[in-house]
């Protein structure tokens, strides 16, 4: 749950807004200054260390808490879930090298994971800055929001040395609470 100002600053295209993220009083190590308000550059970091091993398809996820500074008072925590794909997204095989991941693969993981729910999700426009500006999508159930999903931004990607398209999806999951 702990992390460093660079790791934060990493996970977006725009400067990091100070007035949300959470510092820790007295830190053990500068790698662990603040408290983590997304559980991306956990699951991208994951990204850049599996491709040095793995160069066929990687689907990854984490989930867990992440805080957000309140004023005059204790951090907003949300359970969250993230996930990433990257590389094929079918195996290869003898018809050829497999096709690689795409923003529909990623789509379809959330409306598969949405479905076991009951839940039928609308995607919209969004303007995530860790995201492609025109691969993303805003996750909403009867117009309140509950995520994102989309293509992370080539700047983002380069700032944890990955060379190909990443997809990746972002859920609050107490905000899926009241549609279960």
């Known amino acids: 749950t702990l992390t460093s100002f660079d790791m934060i600053r990493r996970i977006s295209t725009a400067p990091v807004d100070e007035s949300v993220i959470v510092k820790v009083s007295n830190p053990m190590t500068a790698d662990q200054e603040y408290l983590r308000p997304s559980l991306r550059m956990n699951v991208l970091a ?52 497999g096709e690689p991941s795409d923003f529909y693969d990623a789509k379809g993981m959330v409306e598969g994971l949405l479905a076991k729910w009951g839940i039928i999700a609308v995607f919209e426009k969004s303007a995530d800055k860790g995201l492609h500006v025109s691969r993303q999508a805003a996750v909403t159930i009867d117009s309140t929001p509950v995520g994102v999903i989309g293509e992370v931004h080539p700047a983002v990607l380069a700032r944890f040395d990955i060379d190909e398209p990443v997809y990746l999806f972002e859920i609050d999951v107490a905000a899926l609470l009241p549609f279960t």
């Open 46 to 97: 994951a990204v850049e260390s599996n491709r040095r091993y793995e160069d066929g398809g990687i689907r990854l996820f984490e989930a867990g808490k992440v805080f957000i500074r309140q004023p005059d008072d204790l951090p907003d925590e949300h359970e969250m879930l993230c996930g990433v794909i990257a590389g094929v997204s079918k195996a290869r095989s003898w018809h050829g090298e």
